[in-house]
């Protein structure tokens, strides 16, 4: 974000005089949002499947201690079966990243 606040085509429309907030949302932005929808949606998973150390550590009961009472007690099917759901979400997370930013920035659409 910050380096995009020194790119010549800021320093062009700050020249002719329009606002920041309209150089924000305008023009900053639409470069800005495709990187960060992007690693949201990486991240998504990680925030869902991550709960195992909050879990394990205040006693909740949920798919992280759920995992790892699997893994503790070598119970691999339910290992691998929580592991798909992580793989499916990213898959599906970064899906629709794509699809978000190809609506956003006409410059990665299909022609």
Do not use: C
């Amino acid at each position: 974000f910050l380096t995009q606040l020194g790119e010549d085509y800021v320093v062009t429309v700050r020249a002719k005089g329009l606002t920041e907030r309209s150089i924000m949302m305008k023009h900053v932005l639409k470069n800005v949002l495709g990187p960060v929808i992007t690693i949201m949606a990486i991240e998504f998973p990680g925030i869902i499947s991550g709960a195992v150390v909050a879990e394990t550590i205040f006693s909740w009961y949920g798919v992280g201690r759920w995992l790892f009472d699997a893994a503790m007690q070598f119970d691999y099917p339910v290992v691998q079966a929580v592991l798909f759901i992580q793989v499916v979400l990213t898959v599906v997370s970064l899906y629709i990243a794509d699809i978000v930013i190809a609506l956003i920035d006409p410059r990665v659409r299909l022609r």
